[in-house]
Nanobody
Framework: VQLQASGGGLVQAGGSLRLSCAASDVANMAWFRQAPGKEREFVAAVRRGDTNTYYADSVKGRFTMSRDMAENTVRLQMHSLKPEDTAVYYC????????????????????WGQGTQVTVSS
C-alpha cells in the first residue's frame, strides 16, 4: 500500500502550508518529520475510534491534522511556521489500531510515504 504525500515547499517564517497524504485507509495515520542530521520526529497522529488528535508539543497550537474518510486523505495544516520546522515531512499508516503510548514512536507505524520537503526561511 503506497502513501502519497504532497504540498511541501518553501515559505517564509510566519507563513502557512498544507500537506496532504492519500492512502487506501486513513483510520490510523501519523505525520513525522526529519531534519538533516536528526532523527525522525513525531508531529501528529489520529487513530480509529479515538476523537483525539495527538500533537508534538513543538507544533501544538500551530499545526492541525485532519482526516477525510470519504477521500481517504489526511492533511496537515501548518501555520506560524518557523525555521526549525524545516524538514522532510512523512505520512505513515498503521493497519491495526496503535496504543496511545506508542503513537510517538516511528517504529509503531507500518507503511511510510516518500516524504515532502518543507523549508522555512528566516
Amino acid at each position: 500500500v503506497q502513501l502519497q504525500a504532497s504540498g511541501g515547499g518553501l515559505v517564509q517564517a510566519g507563513g502557512s502550508l498544507r500537506l496532504s497524504c492519500a492512502a487506501s485507509d486513513v483510520a490510523n495515520m501519523a505525520w513525522f518529520r526529519q531534519a538533516p542530521g536528526k532523527e525522525r520526529e513525531f508531529v501528529a497522529a489520529v487513530r480509529r475510534g479515538d476523537t483525539n488528535t495527538y500533537y508534538a508539543d513543538s507544533v501544538k497550537g500551530r499545526f492541525t491534522m485532519s482526516r477525510d474518510m470519504a477521500e481517504n486523505t489526511v492533511r496537515l495544516q501548518m501555520h506560524s511556521l518557523k525555521p526549525e520546522d524545516t524538514a522532510v515531512y512523512y505520512c505513515a499508516r498503521k493497519v491495526n489500531r496503535p496504543i496511545s503510548s506508542a503513537l510517538r514512536s516511528a517504529s509503531t507505524w507500518d507503511v511510510w510515504g516518500q516524504g515532502t520537503q518543507v523549508t522555512v526561511s528566516s
